[in-house]
């Protein structure tokens, strides 16, 4: 129950991997050369516009790795004399490319629109620290879902304020691409805006996708200028072929493109076992982080020694999942993190909730203190302890 | 025991869900049947056959929330020794100590009616 595997589309299935296959009797397993020296192949550059078209943008670019697209773009875009203004929980890559670019960096609280509307007018207002000139660029970094938190970013709220304060946007939708919206095109759809109101979406085909790499995409202007300026695009050996097929088929899968309705199958069960999964740990009693639509769902353990419990726990009664401590998450709120796929049938998810609630009750993890609507035991611990 | 259980229940149980329908009230029995389930560990739907897997289940809780549950085995009979010596230092100094400490505290604030015949007839004369 731990994989990013959102969409399925990461299954060992000798017929869907035919073409892949295909590719890699073709090509080789990898390029061994950058895009622009002899790395540029055409499926490359049809991914490119694949991407594009998928997104409802002028132009994107590929890169071979997912980190690498953060960390070695932002230093491309921003640099000393910019300001940027990053989420509490953005993930190490933003971190690292943010530290990178040399530009001065503020901190909001997590998706606190107040501190970060503060944050932008003090900045506009006082511009930089000992000069006083204005800044040459603001840059809001934030996340589409957050690993750990499974929260999603606030978008309206942010394209508003970003309006208002003439800032840039940088949409790091590393697990929402696929895996939330309607039809999987990611935080955009799901609140209805458009994609020309953010300046550079990002993503990583690791998760939905099944593959590697990550894309940056947004205006043409941009993706040219980072062609030839970001240091990914020039030093960083191409993404290899296999991979590329990859992507290209998944995607191909999710717009409905190759002909069948098992993308939009696929994303349809994603939601639905998102939905039903959710509202059954918290029927059960369990503390639960994250936006209803997020695939992502963190379970809070709380105490250390719970943590390790709970994965020996489970792995007896044969379900691996993925618990998180400190370095990830502040040292008291230790969670164990549960990632949906659409290839999880009713069945498992039942299997796993049952297993949940055993092992709920024997470690005392069912903190919730909410009326529980569907099951009738007034006289749980709990409860009693808090009412009396 | 067993009725100072039900009666706890009973209470708590008013509290939180004022609206027991009758399949509600019947189910609630069996629950406060098994054996030795008092609200302190929040120990709701678990069955214990005996008083053996309750007190293990307790010491397991003990293990995990002083968090000792990931130690090697000699570190967590370190911690249980050290633990152990202090209550018992705690328990003697209490059982030598508490009853002198509270008599001399009742004299100091009650002195009116915990002194001696002796002082008041010091007094008078």
Known sequence: ?????????????????????????????????????IGNLNMHQELEQLVAHFLGVESSMIFGMGFATNSMNIPALVGKGCLIVSDELNHTSLIL??????????????????SLEKL??????????????????????????????????????????????????????????????????GVTELFNVSPADVDVMMG??????????????????LVDYLRSHSHSAVYASAMSPPITEQVTRAMKCIMGQDGSMEGIRRIRQLAENTRYFRAKLKDMGFIIYGDDDSPVVPVLLYMPGKVVAFAREMLERRIGVVVVGFPATPIT??????????????????QVLHHMNEVGDLLCLKFSRRKRSSWPDPCKGTNSEVDS | MRRLFYSRGDASCSLS?????????????????????FAFPPAGRMNFKNMREYLAWLYYQYLLITGIYV?????????NSVLFSAIAMVVYTSYVFVPIHVHLALEFFFENFGGQPESTMALMN
């Open chain 2, 71 to 79: 130690l090697e085995p000699w570190e967590k009979s370190i911690f």
């Open chain 1, 333 to 350: 709120e230790a969670r164990a993190r549960f990632c949906l796929s659409a290839s999880h049938t009713r069945e498992i998810l039942d």
């Open chain 1, 120 to 185: 932008l007018r003090e900045a506009v207002c006082s511009g930089q620290p000992r000069t006083r000139r204005p800044w040459k660029k603001i840059l809001i970094m934030v996340e589409g879902i957050y690993s750990m938190e499974g929260s999603v970013a606030r978008l309206p709220e942010i394209i508003a304020l970003k309006k208002k304060y003439k800032a840039y946007l940088y949409l790091d939708e590393a697990h929402s691409i696929g895996a939330v919206g309607p039809s999987g095109r």
């Open chain 1, 1 to 37: 129950m731990g994989s990013y595997n959102y969409l399925g589309f990461a299954e060992n299935n000798a017929d869907f991997l035919k073409t892949v296959a295909d590719k890699v009797q073709r090509y080789g397993a990898g390029v061994c050369s950058t895009r622009q020296e």
């Open chain 2, 17 to 37: 869900s004022y609206r027991l329908t009758a399949e509600e009230k019947t189910r609630r029995f069996p629950l406060a049947e098994t054996p030795l389930l």
């Open chain 1, 204 to 221: 990583t085909f690791t998760k939905s996708f099944g593959a590697a790499g990550g894309y940056i995409a947004g205006k043409k202007d």
């Open chain 1, 97 to 114: 490319g943010a530290r990178l670019s040399g530009a001065t960096i503020r901190v909001f609280k997590h998706n606190n629109m107040h």
